[in-house]
Structures are given as C-alpha cells and as structure tokens.
C-alpha cells in the first residue's frame, strides 16, 4: 500500500485527484463537509474547450477533453454525460491579433481549431448575427454533465477503495514536528502522510488555521437560463466577446458573464443562490444581440454561484508552508475542464513520480513573490 492521503472537498478536483492516487496504490480518504458537487462543481457550465493562451493549460484542455469523450474508459464503465457541441468563439477588431497567435499556438500543441468566415459561422450557427466579429471553430469541444460526473467518479472511486465521507468538515490540521499529519474533524481527527485541499472557495478559511492565505477569493457570479425558440436548434456554445458573454446551448441556453468585474466577492456559506431580475434582462439582451431570434426565447430565470478566484484567474497548486500540505484550488471560473489533466499532475507530485507537468507556474507562493501569470485576453475566465 503506498501513502497515506487525506484529500478535502468533494468536487471535481478532490474526486479526480482520488481516482488518480488510489490508482497509484494509496490509501485515500475523502472528506465532504456538505455533499459532493455541492461547491462550484455542481453547477459548473462545465464547457470543455481548448481554447487558451497558454502553452500548459491548452494542453492540460485538450489532454482533459480526450479523458472526458472516453470517461467510461477513465472510470472504468462511468459517463460523463459528455455532449460534442463545438464551440466557436468570436472577438472584436481589438482581439484579431490575439485571436490568431492563439490559435497558433493551440495548433502547435495538437489542437483542432480553426478560423471561420462568416458564412462558415452562419452554417455552423444557424441565424446567427455574425456582424464584424471574427471568429474560431473548435469541433472537438463539447459540455458535460457536472453532477452525473461526480457522481460517476465517486462510484469508481468507491470501487478503488477511497473512503469518501460527507456530511462531515475539515475545521484543522494536525501538525507534528512542522509536518502536517492529518487534519481534525468535527468526528476526531484523521491522521495521513499528506493532506490534499481541494476546497475550492473555502480553501482560504481553512488554510488560515496554519498561518497561510491561499489567495482564493470566494466569488458570485450568475446565470440566466432561456428555453429557445423553435427555430434555434442550439448547437455549439458560443463564447462571445464582443457581447460579452458565453452561452452553452443544451436544452436550454445558459448565458453567463465573461467580464472579471461582473464576479463579486462573497461569504460562500450565505451567497444569494438566485438570480437578479437585472441579470436575466442583461443577458436576454446579450445573447439577442448575437441570436436576433433569442428575444423570444422563453426566461426560466437562472442562479447565482461560486467562483475560487486568484489574483490572476489561475490555480494555485503545490505544497504551502508546511510538509504533506498540498493546495489544489482556485480555478476561477474555468477548472472543470482541466479537473483529469490536474489531478494527474497532483497525484504524481504526492507520490515521487515524475510528474506529467511542470506546474512551476501554478505554485501557490507566486502572488507572494510578485509573479502572476499573463494571458493574452483582457477576459480573465478565457485563461
Ligand atoms: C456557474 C459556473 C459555471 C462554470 N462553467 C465552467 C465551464 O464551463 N468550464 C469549466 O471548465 N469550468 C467551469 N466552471 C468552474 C468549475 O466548475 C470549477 O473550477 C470547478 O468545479 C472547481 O472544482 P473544485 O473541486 O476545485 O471546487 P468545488 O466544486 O467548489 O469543491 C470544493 C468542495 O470542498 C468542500 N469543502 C470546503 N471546505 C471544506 C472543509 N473544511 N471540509 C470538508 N469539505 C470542504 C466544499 O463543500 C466543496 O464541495 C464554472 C463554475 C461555475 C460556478
């Protein structure tokens, strides 16, 4: 039996990293405070596009989408309610230049996109307004379903031997010779040779029992969902700049914001979970700006949720401050597509393995030594 691990947080991230330690032979336990996906996950977009600026998070994407189009593959008979949309995204004048040197280098790491005319668009988005929007296509992109893999994940994870608990909070840590050695519950303590947090908004207010701030902010951000009109068949989700939106087009539509100052700090255990009347009406007028067809689409008003964001919008993942601590947290608005991919690279790191990233650039000390990371959008979720 290899080491033993406490992970923190029944997510996406803290089921992943279980399945890919208990993989590794570890004893793994998994501690839930509420229910699992009850954090950010459960209403997650859960958009699976490659679509980024940098080098490390394109790959980790489109490595991740490959795990999610085979989930049964991964989880060993599970589904991801995995749905092959497509999605295309489309930026103003200012963005062109940006658009195409990331494209170039999507490409350059094994990425299927494209740029696409107008009459590409208006085939692949049908009554769609392309107006002077320039815009990429990306086939393999898709959406999942976040509760259904979850629930997926925690079943194959049962089966590999995690014992999962929910219902019960990490309120510390256990700390011997500067060496975190478990962690305290409301029902005792759980000893391990390293502590994963996975506790996405909360990761701060826990990590402040050993003196250290993770640089997570709880963060509300909304979502109005539209039942569309019959002659929008739905199709790829749209990620729009100039409207400043995206928009997944299952079922029903759901829009939500892309701009950094529409998530507001917030107390994740008293958040609003519905939507403003102010919300709905914004993105109705959004979304009908790009789908003329939208303003009679049907309002089912929406919900407010979570974001774990940091100063640059990307995780923070590696050991913080003491031994056997390890951060995995803070994905502002954008880590359910990344969840396999990370958790590879976590699990490897826990146990001594040659990891299959260099995540140098995710440590979480960086915003104490003054280095964030640089994307190329001024629309900090594209990563
Ligand atoms: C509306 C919305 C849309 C999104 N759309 C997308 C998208 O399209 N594509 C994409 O890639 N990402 C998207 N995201 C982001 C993505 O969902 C998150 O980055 C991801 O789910 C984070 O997973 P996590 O496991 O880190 O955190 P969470 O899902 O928040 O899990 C953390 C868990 O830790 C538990 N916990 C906290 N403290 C403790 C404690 N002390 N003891 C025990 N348990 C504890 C919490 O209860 C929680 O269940 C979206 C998020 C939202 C809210």
């Known amino acids: ?159 590999l031997g995690v014992e999962i608990h929910e219902g019960l909070e990490v309120t510390g840590f256990v700390v011997t010779d500067s060496k975190v050695t478990g962690v305290s519950t409301s029902e005792g303590e759980y000893s391990a040779q390293t502590v994963v947090v996975a506790a996405g908004a909360w990761a701060d207010a826990l990590l402040k029992d050993v003196g250290w701030s993770s640089s997570v902010q709880p963060m509300r951000v909304q979502s109005a969902v539209f039942r569309r009109p019959p002659e929008l068949p739905g199709g790829p989700t749209v990620i729009d700049f100039p409207n400043e939106m995206y928009a997944k087009q299952a079922g029903e539509t759901h829009v939500g914001s892309i701009l950094p100052s529409e998530a507001s700090p917030t107390d994740p255990d008293a958040y609003d979970e519905g939507v403003e009347g102010r919300y709905v009406r914004l993105a109705l007028g959004r979304v009908s700006a790009r789908f003329p067809a939208m303003s009679k689409s049907i309002s089912f008003g929406g919900y407010g949720a979570l974001y774990a964001v940091t100063p640059d919008w990307h995780p923070v993942v590696g050991e913080v401050g003491l031994e056997g601590l390890y951060l995995c947290a803070g994905f502002s608005g954008h880590g359910f597509k990344l969840a396999p991919s990370i958790a590879a690279t976590v699990a490897a790191e826990v146990v001594g393995k040659k990891p299959p990233h260099d995540f140098a650039i995710l440590r979480p000390d960086r915003f104490a030594t003054g280095t964030h990371i640089e994307t190329r959008y001024a629309y900090s979720i594209l990563g």
Not at 23 to 39: A, D, I, K, M
Not at 122 to 129: K, N
């Open 1 to 159: 039996m290899g080491r033993d691990v406490v992970i923190v947080g029944g997510g996406v991230m803290g089921l992943s990293i279980a399945l890919c330690l208990a993989r590794e032979g570890c004893g793994v336990v998994l501690l839930e405070r509420n229910h699992l996906g009850s954090g950010s996950t459960g209403k997650s977009g859960a958009i699976l596009r490659q679509h980024y600026s940098l080098p490390l998070t394109a790959t980790m994407a489109r490595e991740s989408l490959d795990v999610f189009s085979n989930f049964e593959e991964w989880t060993e008979g599970g589904s991801a309610g995995f749905v092959r949309s497509g999605m295309v995204l489309l930026v103003g004048p200012d963005d062109v230049a940006n658009l195409n040197r990331n494209l170039e280098l999507q490409r350059s790491v094994g990425i299927r996109t494209e740029l696409v005319d107008n009459a590409d668009i208006s085939r692949i988005l049908p009554h769609v307004e392309p107006g002077d929007s320039v815009a990429c296509y990306e086939e393999d992109a898709g959406y999942a379903d976040p509760v259904m893999t979850v629930h997926t994940l925690a079943k194959c994870v049962r089966g």
